[in-house]
């Protein structure tokens, strides 16, 4: 009687250990889960914001180039090659504003004009490189100011300048 007893307790020991555990490791997945679908809503937001203020400069009949030549800057390299990178090259393009290279994690499977590096290769200089990765841009900046002496700025904030 004693050991079916010990059994039983043992046996609703461990029920119970693994409901609390399993109970932990439900929530850490879920918690993963929602800052995942959070991030990728911020992310999507952010580049739904930049595209809108994009059409909003070109609807005054303005462009990116205006920011570049405005600040004197003649050569770029784009960090980024989505969305965004992909439009910000199309603009500059035949502008008088040299796309000198790309800088993308990815650069292996990216197909363009310029020469295209990782953010691991040499930088060759440039007057100004733009992170068209505006969700990272914090991120990145800290990672490329280390690299380089030049600016390293925003998309973004070339949207909300011209």
Not at 16 to 38: E, M, P, Q, R, Y
Not at 84 to 106: A, P, Q, T, W
């Amino acid at each position: 009687m004693k050991k079916g007893m010990n059994g039983m307790l043992s046996t609703l020991a461990g029920t119970a250990a693994g409901a609390v555990f399993g109970g932990i490791a439900a929530k850490n997945a879920s918690s993963k889960k929602i800052k995942n679908l959070t991030d990728g809503h911020a992310k999507v937001h952010e580049l739904y914001m930049a595209f809108d203020q994009w059409l909003r400069i070109r609807q005054e009949g303005k462009t990116l180039v205006e920011y570049f030549e405005k600040n004197n800057y003649k050569t770029v390299a784009i960090y980024g090659m989505k969305e965004l990178g992909e439009r910000l090259y199309d603009e500059l393009e035949n502008s008088g504003i040299e796309v000198c290279y790309i800088i993308d994690k990815k650069a292996d499977s990216i197909y363009a004009d310029v020469d295209v590096i990782t953010p691991d290769d040499d930088l060759k200089p440039v007057d100004v490189i733009v992170v068209t990765a505006i969700y990272y841009f914090d991120e990145i900046e800290e990672m490329l100011s280390e690299k380089v002496d030049y600016p390293v700025i925003s998309l973004e904030d070339i949207l909300y300048e011209v």
